[in-house]
């Protein structure tokens, strides 16, 4: 089990692969180099824009203040959830400043997910013998002829020291929908009521959102995969520890844990990859 708070997560700027009108707030990560790492950060942007490109992991975005652009016209407002799958092209550009829960993490290709430490210090590297750029990486070969690449996929290929590979994307677009529309449903358990948002791809990537009535108590299982909680708002014992705003919470495989919410608490609820 992993749990950390607001005053206990760590703050980090951008990195020089994309630099620029962004900062983060890494609040749970999982193991470098498995199929199943993952990183859920906090994303605070203003002025920031990436070109078109793709990734080879799956993302899941919610903007909690704000609004986050991308390509297509999509627009991303506050309260509205997003699914980026690997493969699938986008852009991204502020709509002014903005606050983004975000998950990366390992989808069907098996690629995995590339620490954040990986990615930061194969960028330093990479540094020493090119340069970064609006989001792409520039370097000279032996024979003095430039090249030029994705940073991000630059990076990766330095700390896998072979080719990046992407699966043919699984959907045409990513997938935006706003949390409102979708209806509370009961739990089984007396207080507690959820609206399940969608689950993704064969590796069954989840996500919902948990809802605790004042003194409720709920118990959360780990029982088919790792499970992630994100407090949005309100306060929820567990033992001897508080949940509140911008506290997170991961379960591995089989753990439990009973929530006992002091006022109204909502969660956020991922099912990492089956």
Partial sequence: MQIVHEHTAIAKGA????PGGIRFLSLLQGEENTPGN????????????APRHRHNFDQVRIVMDGAFGFDRGQVQEAGSLGFFPEGTYYTQ???GPSTTLLLQSGGVSGNGYMSDRQLRSAVSALEARGSFKDGAYTWLDQ???KHNQD???AAWEFVRDQPINYSKPLYDQPVIWRAERFAWEPTGQASVSIRRFGEFTGKRLSIAQLRLESGAACVVSADERETLLYCISGQAGMGSETLRPISALRLLRGEQVTLVATVPTEFYLYGLMA
């Fill in 93 to 95: 550009h502020s709509e």
């Fill in 15 to 18: 990195s020089s692969h994309r």
């Fill in 38 to 49: 993952f990183h859920l950060t906090l994303v605070y942007a203003d002025g920031y824009v």
């Fill in 143 to 145: 024979q003095g002829k």
């Fill in 151 to 153: 940073g991000y996929e």
